[in-house]
């Protein structure tokens, strides 16, 4: 089982690269492929064209409602397992999880633990775990970013979308999470990388391992709240993440 985690800065498209890397899996890899939406905004859906009938966090509210009368006699861990189970959506190419909203404002401790157990628990059965990050680092910091053999880290084409990349790489190692390989894929890219952005890419000592060329076709389906699954195929996007996608399958 490989697991490949998606995060970066918030409007980088990193949802988006996180579905087109679950599309080039299902068709060039395995149909065995846990798609995880760790984004608390839950959207990885609506790019991949399924309903979520329920998140990790809508579970953690109703066992808080019905911890003294779960029912059946079920303990808190047989009612979690169940639910969780009911909750994931299940097609011919992925399955997927979503975690949805956190336990109170600016809190995700309690959603954040459920998710590493389910994730323990359901990776086991599948070839491949995407996971799309929240777009801040309160994940990593709850050490939820953890077991993870490929790190992208998307950015825009900007100094700053950069820095970010670099201070999310700096996380990791502040706190030993296990995280194989970390790289940077640009993302949106409509000209030759400047020697600004190389200079920044080797200041913050991050590994570039390819560009996403700017799509309008995917951008305006983003925009639409369309999924994208379908309209893929031909796409310049995501011919170039298909070869980001061989090169980092040959590390």
């Known amino acids: 089982m490989k697991t490949i985690a998606i995060s970066g800065k918030g409007g980088t498209g990193k949802t988006t690269t996180a579905?087109?890397?679950?599309?080039?899996?299902?068709?060039?890899?395995?149909k065995s492929i846990l798609a995880v939406d760790a984004d608390s905004t839950v959207s990885l859906n609506d790019m991949l064209g399924v309903d979520v009938p329920e998140t990790v966090g809508a579970v953690r509210e109703e066992m808080k409602r019905l911890v003294n009368d779960l029912p059946g006699g079920m303990t808190k861990q047989q009612f979690l397992d169940y639910k969780i189970q009911a909750g994931l959506v299940?097609?011919?190419?992925?399955?997927?999880?979503?975690?949805?909203?956190?336990?109170?404002?600016?809190?995700?401790?309690?959603?954040?633990?459920?998710?590493?157990?389910?994730?323990?628990?359901?990776?086991?059965?599948?070839?491949?775990?995407?996971?799309?990050?929240?777009?801040?680092?309160?994940?990593?910091?709850?050490?939820?970013a953890q077991g993870i053999d490929y790190m992208l880290m998307v950015s825009d084409?900007?100094?700053?979308?950069?820095r970010t990349a670099g201070k999310i790489s700096r996380l990791l190692e502040e706190l030993h999470a296990r995280v194989g390989e970390r790289y940077l894929i640009l993302n949106r890219v409509n000209e030759p990388t400047s020697d600004?952005?190389?200079?920044?890419?080797?200041?913050?000592?991050?590994?570039?391992?390819?560009?996403?060329?700017?799509?309008?076709?995917?951008?305006?389906?983003?925009?639409?709240?369309?999924?994208i699954w379908e309209a893929l195929a031909g796409s310049s996007a995501y011919g170039a993440l298909g070869r980001i996608m061989k090169e980092l399958m040959t590390r």
């Open 19 to 30: 579905a087109m890397i679950i599309r080039w899996l299902s068709d060039n890899r395995s």
């Open 157 to 162: 084409p900007i100094v700053r979308g950069i």
């Open 196 to 227: 600004a952005l190389k200079a920044a890419i080797a200041d913050e000592g991050l590994k570039h391992l390819g560009s996403i060329p700017h799509d309008d076709g995917l951008l305006s389906r983003d925009r639409a709240g369309e999924p």
């Open 90 to 144: 299940e097609t011919p190419e992925f399955d997927l999880v979503a975690m949805g909203r956190p336990e109170g404002p600016g809190c995700y401790c309690y959603a954040n633990n459920l998710l590493r157990d389910i994730l323990d628990t359901l990776s086991k059965n599948y070839d491949y775990v995407v996971i799309d990050n929240e777009a801040g680092m309160e994940h990593l910091s709850r050490r939820t």
